[in-house]
């Protein structure tokens, strides 16, 4: 018989979510705060005249047999979702290019589209692949990291094996110095597909992406493996999610926000604002899961967070920011063969990239003969909460993107039917992340792997989930990270049960 014990999710993304579902399927007391309206966090939805919008994330990965969500999806016992493969991943165009880079699912496929695109460059691409085959399968042993005890250490030091050691040398290498290596630093060409690719997944360019964390990046959309487009939305991992919280006993409230978390030893407790009444509370319980970011986990924690831990956050360099245009149009703007994701690079002084994407036929997005044009652009987070006025800053790059965006679609008065724009603003106002962060810390080796942030915190029974954590951003990234707190968890509690 287990030991009653109460958690609080703070936080209803992907991470927290996950994590709910998977304490609750072990028999723990759950309830989960959030302060948005809709569940999901930076993958939920939200509907304009018959056009179902992707928030932010459009793409998911870990569902093939044996991925993370389809782990995740076979204990909890739920289906899992309908989908399609992303084929190509992407098509990438670079600054007055009309023909795409597309980044193939098939190995073969890709590896011939490489060579034709970047010549001279294939052993650079095998050196990627033997790092992310190594890589993948000890990522596939569970390995906890950064490890924070001697178990975390265990669980890290039964994930080695000898191929494992092949990556060791590389832990402090970056993409940038893997290109130095085979002499492409000067293939202006290749370095900005990869500053592309690579900002999409680590938040930073090749310069400063860790190449451990790059080769996976770069290698995920790939078979065996792959990315998945979901037939519906991405409100239907969240919805399953919820489902299955909901079954086993766990509590959701949403328009409830966590104000702060305090550790009074044993018993944890946090300060929960609910937003229709006005009313503020506190609720204690054996352990708190934080699903956000490290900043915000910071301020939540106030005076009680450790010092060295608010030093290390407040250095670090700013995270990415996103502005992003929701388009819902007559399907005949949409070019005949369109790949679900695409990337724009304008050239200029000031280079600013798009990624792209764009729904299907049928996928549940939009209504029949139309589609929705989802369009992200990485901006500076001191834009938006500079002097300049915002309705014009935002009125300014919804312009510029859709100019963007007519070079490729067939974009006018007729076949645009809404559009809509959010901002980090918008992003920090509806999910309450710090200055609406997306995707993490970055991927940079000063915060990857051994050197990351850890699920367990400085403070017991204070748990870290999300994009902030081992293994980055995603939703494949955060349910791991989800699973390695549920873990850590059980640990506790079995080493409670029989203590040596």
């Not at 202006?188 to 451990?212: I, P």
């Amino acid at each position: 018989m287990k030991v009653p014990q109460k958690i609080i999710v703070v936080g209803a993304g992907i991470g927290g979510l996950t994590a709910a579902a998977l304490l609750a399927g072990r028999g723990y007391e759950v309830i989960v705060y959030d302060l948005a309206l809709v569940a999901g966090g930076c993958a939920s939805t939200f509907k304009r005249r018959g056009f179902t919008f992707d928030v932010g994330a459009t793409q998911v990965a870990g569902l093939e047999s044996g991925g993370i969500h389809d782990r995740i999806f076979k204990e909890l016992e739920i289906e899992i979702p309908e989908s399609t493969y992303c084929d190509p991943a992407c098509a990438v165009f670079l600054p007055n290019e009309s023909e795409p880079i597309n980044v193939w699912r098939d190995r073969h496929k890709w590896k011939l589209e490489r060579q034709r695109q970047f010549p001279n460059s294939e052993t650079f691409w095998d050196f990627l692949e033997d790092l992310f085959w190594c890589s993948w399968r000890f990522q596939s042993r569970d390995p906890i990291l950064p490890p924070r005890n001697i178990w975390d250490i265990w669980q890290l030091v039964k994930a080695l094996r000898i191929d494992t050691l092949a990556t060791i040398p590389y832990t402090f290498s970056t993409v940038g110095d893997a290109l130095r290596g085979f002499g492409l630093d000067s293939d202006k060409r290749l370095r900005t597909f990869l500053d592309l690719q690579l900002k999409l997944y680590s938040q930073v360019n090749a310069e400063e992406t860790a190449l451990l964390y790059a080769a996976t990046a770069l290698a995920v959309s790939q078979a065996p493996l792959g990315l998945f487009h979901l037939q519906g939305s991405m409100q239907v991992l969240s919805d399953r999610l919820i489902e299955s919280i909901e079954r086993d006993g766990g509590k959701i409230l949403m328009q409830h926000e966590v104000t702060a978390i305090a550790d009074q030893g044993k018993i944890k407790k946090v300060k929960v604002k609910n937003l229709r009444t006005g009313e503020t509370a506190w609720d204690e319980a054996d352990h708190v899961v934080a699903n956000v970011t490290v900043n915000n986990f910071v301020r939540l924690l106030g005076d009680g967070a450790p010092k060295g831990y608010s030093n290390r956050v407040a250095n670090l360099k700013p995270a990415s920011v996103a502005f992003v245009v929701y388009l819902g149009v007559d399907r005949v703007a949409i070019p005949d063969n369109c790949p679900p994701h695409l990337q724009f690079l304008e050239a200029g002084d000031k280079p600013h990239s798009l990624f792209i994407s764009v729904s299907k036929e049928g996928d549940g997005r939009a209504p029949e003969g139309r589609a929705t044009i989802i369009a992200s652009e990485f901006t500076d987070a001191s834009v938006w909460y500079g002097d300049e006025d915002y309705q014009e800053l935002k009125k300014r790059f919804t312009e510029r993107a859709i100019a963007q965006l007519s070079t490729y679609f067939h974009l006018n008065e007729e076949t645009i039917i809404h559009i809509e724009a959010a901002t980090p603003q918008t992003f920090a106002r509806y999910t309450g992340r710090d200055r609406g962060i997306v995707g993490g810390v970055g991927m940079r080796v000063s915060t990857f792997g051994p050197f990351g942030f850890a699920n367990r915190t400085p403070l017991k029974n204070i748990w870290l989930v999300g994009d902030s954590t081992h293994p980055g951003e995603g939703t494949a990234g955060v349910s791991y990270s989800a699973m390695t707190v549920v873990r850590q968890i059980e640990q506790q509690l079995e080493r409670k049960r029989f203590p040596r």
